[in-house]
T-cell receptor
Framework: DARVTQTPRDKVTEMGQEVTMRCQPI?????VFWYRQTMMQGLELLAY????????DSGMPKDRFSAEMPDATLATLKIQPSEPRDSAVYFC??????????FGPGTRLTVL | QKEVEQNSGPLSVPEGAIASLNCTYS??????FFWYRQYSGKSPELIMF????GDKEDGRFTAQLNKASQYVSLLIRDSQPSDSATYLC???????????FGQGTTLQVKP
C-alpha cells in the first residue's frame, strides 16, 4: 500500500523550542513538497525537492525554517526557534513522474 | 486577483442531486488541473486530474476544463452525505511548475 507517512502526527511545544517533522515519500517518487495549512491562509507551499535537491524554498521563513532531504526515503522540516504563529498543519506531499501529488496525513503543530 | 479562485461556500445540495463546483485560474499557460477532496481534520486526497479541454469522467465524478475561459469544474452526480467535504482546485503554474491551490469550496450534502 503506497502512501506518504509523516511523523509526528501531533506536536505541542513551547515557544522557542526546536521542532522537527519527518516525511517518508512514496517509494519511487522523486519529488517531495512541504505545505502548511491554516484557516486564514489555506494551503501554502513552503519548499520542494526533486531527486533530493532543493528546488524552491521561497515560501519558507528562512531565518527559522529549514528543509532537507538526507536520503530518498526521508525529508525533514525543522523550525528553530518555534513561535506561536507557526501553529498549523504541515503536510508533506510526494510527486511522481506526472504533476500529481499525494499528501501525507499531516503534522498538527501547536506552539504555546 | 488570486491565481486560483473558488467560491468558499458552503454549497448545499440534497442527497441524490448533482453538485457543481467551480474554479477559475489566472495563468493562461497552465497545463495541469487537479481536484482534491479534504475531509475535516484530514489531508487532501486527489480525486481527479485533467490536462485537456473537455470532460473527463471517473465514476460519479466529472471534471470539465475550458482553457479559453480559464475555468475548471467538478461535477458530482448522485451526491451522497459522504461527499460532504472541502474540495480544493489546484493548477500547475506555467512559470514555476508549482501547484497553486484555491481556498476550497465546502460542500454539504443533506440527507
Amino acid at each position: 500500500d503506497a502512501r506518504v507517512t509523516q511523523t509526528p502526527r501531533d506536536k505541542v511545544t513551547e515557544m522557542g523550542q526546536e521542532v522537527t517533522m519527518r516525511c517518508q515519500p512514496i517509494l519511487g517518487h522523486n519529488t517531495v513538497f512541504w505545505y502548511r495549512q491554516t484557516m486564514m491562509q489555506g494551503l501554502e507551499l513552503l519548499a520542494y525537492f526533486r531527486n533530493r535537491a532543493p528546488l524552491d524554498d521561497s515560501g519558507m521563513p528562512k531565518d527559522r525554517f529549514s528543509a532537507e532531504m538526507p536520503d530518498a526515503t526521508l525529508a525533514t522540516l525543522k523550525i528553530q526557534p518555534s513561535e506561536p504563529r507557526d501553529s498549523a498543519v504541515y503536510f508533506c506531499a510526494s510527486g511522481g513522474p506526472t504533476d500529481t501529488q499525494y499528501f501525507g496525513p499531516g503534522t498538527r503543530l501547536t506552539v504555546l | 486577483q488570486k491565481e486560483v479562485e473558488q467560491n468558499s461556500g458552503p454549497l448545499s445540495v440534497p442527497e441524490g442531486a448533482i453538485a457543481s463546483l467551480n474554479c477559475t485560474y489566472s495563468d493562461r499557460g497552465s497545463q495541469s488541473f487537479f481536484w482534491y477532496r479534504q475531509y475535516s481534520g484530514k489531508s487532501p486526497e486527489l480525486i481527479m486530474f485533467i490536462y485537456s479541454n473537455g470532460d473527463k469522467e471517473d465514476g460519479r465524478f466529472t471534471a470539465q476544463l475550458n482553457k479559453a475561459s480559464q475555468y475548471v469544474s467538478l461535477l458530482i452526480r448522485d451526491s451522497q452525505p459522504s461527499d460532504s467535504a472541502t474540495y480544493l482546485c489546484a493548477v500547475t503554474s506555467s512559470n514555476t511548475g508549482k501547484l497553486i491551490f484555491g481556498q476550497g469550496t465546502t460542500l454539504q450534502v443533506k440527507p
